[in-house]
């Protein structure tokens, strides 16, 4: 990778892995192939969003978003692209008020009600200029095109008649849609999980919201904070659904949710391709994007110094078997009495106390630090190689390690944590993590840490209570490195090793969702 602010790369590394739902079958290499794009744009902003403007402002406004989204799409175009993706928020802006975003909205006609080709038929609807647009732009490139957009609905919804209106008579959504190579509107998905949108509603039920196309088969949707939580994205992963599409507008925190960390651990956890696509906004720490497979990843981070501008992703991307096959597969490979777990197998010199004869780990000192806002109880990794636990309540993570150079002079901690997250979202977790401290004292540790210079080789482990668990590697410069091997065991016991680190190691995760205690 050039040092010069150049921060796309491609990733492989042959590691099959499903650790959200079946397990025990890897995908063999694949037979057909798609062209995927994603652009990571640089959004033009109303500088005024909570005051309300005309039809004709909003429409100059959102022109010139859209000025720019021609222009990539002809570059996705021209290197082969059958399906391109753009950001949530891209074409309109965000920090809107329910009144001043009124002038963006478009009613979109739900696609499972009605054929429509906004480009062809651009006087069925009124005020659908926006929607006439991408549906052209989709046609003029001949590719699949997927946007996100307000949407204006009338209430009550035909979806749920029996739903309470808002106050005010009318829902409005958070929306992505989706377009046919030759313009035809397929698909039209509501955000449900909202992030401190005052101007979008939340949809009186989760919409699980999928299209076919003809060169890779059935993707799903979402957008942005969904990625956290039950409905809809691991609804659409159930259901058998391998390619997702996620438009986001995403504020990186560091050490355990920054964008491409998360996309690629979803991505390996679900064992599902992702088209993940971010705004560029740097007040905002807002970038990366990428195309994910379990075995692979094309993506961008942009970093302090770089220009801020857009990125248009291309990338070569297998078609994944259906995940109905997969299950049946599954299921004989258990009939057979395997135990159900993945893995990819290496010569680490590592063991584990149920199946070698090492003792236990030794009793390590602990101690308290917060990290994205939750307690966790942290160990420090003084040694130059050692065998660690540590426990949160209940909840136990162990590391086997062992550092590649002797002298390093950073600070290192093992953390686990096992409660619910209740700031700025609340979500029940289950946390595995190695990070880079701050500083060289214990109370740093949980610190947001962008560089590191120690390698380790290691072996992470977590006795989880939950089958959906997303493994990530974050090193320096914002670098993702693939784990070496991933398992999951019947018991619950998900291991992650990786060896010969390539870069500095910022993160080593295990994030664990316990979605069924969301509520509790």
């Known amino acids: 990778m050039p040092d010069g602010g150049e921060t796309m790369l491609f990733v492989i590394a042959v590691v099959s892995v499903y650790l959200a739902s079946v397990v025990g079958v890897t995908d063999s290499t694949p037979d ?8 990571e744009h640089k ?3 109303n500088p005024h969003p909570r005051v309300p403007v005309s039809r004709h402002d909003a429409l100059q406004h959102m022109q010139k978003n859209l000025d720019i989204y021609e ?8 290197q082969g692209a ?39 038929e651009p006087e069925r609807h009124n005020n659908t200029e926006v929607l006439q647009r991408l549906s052209c732009m989709a046609r003029r490139n001949n590719l699949y095109l997927v946007a996100n957009m307000p949407d204006l609905q009338p209430c009550p919804l035909k979806t749920s008649p029996s739903s309470t209106c808002p106050p005010d008579g009318h829902w409005q959504f958070n929306t992505n849609v989706a377009f046919r190579s030759d313009g035809l509107l397929v698909a039209r998905y509501h955000k449900h999980n909202l992030y401190f949108e005052a101007s979008c509603d ?29 409905d809809p994205a691991v609804l659409l992963v159930q259901r058998g659904v391998r390619q ?25 956890g679900a064992n599902i391709t992702l088209l993940a696509v971010n705004i560029r906004n740097d007040r905002l720490i807002m970038t990366g994007s ?86 966790f109880t942290f160990v420090l990794l003084n040694e130059t190689q050692s065998d660690v636990k540590v426990c949160n309540g209940t909840f ?43 500083g060289l004292d214990q109370s740093s540790c949980g610190q947001e840490v962008e560089e590191a210079e120690s390698k380790m080789d290691f072996l992470l482990e977590g006795n989880f209570d939950t089958k959906y668990v997303y493994p990530s590697i974050l090193t320096r410069r914002m670098v993702l490195e693939q784990p070496e091997s991933l398992e999951k065991a019947a018991d619950g016991r998900v291991t992650m090793k990786h060896s010969n680190t390539k870069g500095g190691l910022v993160t080593a995760c295990l994030y664990g969702r316990m979605y069924h205690l969301d509520n509790e």
């Open 396 to 438: 136990c993570c162990r590391l086997q390690y062992r550092w590649l150079l002797q002298d390093h002079k950073e600070l290192y901690a093992l953390g686990a944590f096992a409660g619910t997250h209740t700031v700025n979202g609340r979500y029940a977790l289950q946390v595995c993590a190695v990070v880079r401290c701050g």
């Open 32 to 39: 057909s192939w798609y062209v995927a794009a994603v652009y």
């Open 290 to 375: 990428g195309i994910y497979t379990p075995f692979s990843a094309t993506y961008h981070h942009a970093r302090k110094g770089d220009p801020e501008e857009g990125r248009l992703l291309v990338a070569r991307v297998p078609v994944l078997e259906p995940l109905e096959v997969k299950q049946s597969a599954a299921k004989e490979v258990e009939a057979d009495g395997g135990e159900s777990t993945i893995s990819v197998a290496t010569d680490s010199g590592y063991c584990y106390q149920d199946r070698c004869d090492d003792p236990p780990p030794p009793s390590y000192p602990t101690f308290i630090s917060s990290m994205m806002y939750d307690t």
């Open 71 to 78: 222009e990539q799409a002809a570059r996705a175009a021209q």
């Open 43 to 45: 959004v033009i902003l």
């Open 82 to 120: 059958q399906i391109l993706v753009f950001p949530e928020d891209g074409i309109h802006g965000f920090n809107f008020t329910r009144l001043s975003i009124t002038s963006y909205l478009e009613t979109i006609p739900d696609p499972q009600e009605e054929s429509w080709n906004p480009c062809m």
């Open 202 to 230: 939340t949809p009186p039920e989760p919409e699980i919201i999928t299209f076919d196309t003809p060169f890779a088969g059935k993707f799903g949707l979402f957008i942005c904070f969904d990625i956290l939580f039950n």
């Open 244 to 268: 997702l599409i996620f438009p986001t507008a995403w504020m990186n925190q560091l050490p355990l949710l920054d964008s491409i960390q998360f996309q690629q651990a979803f991505s390996l």
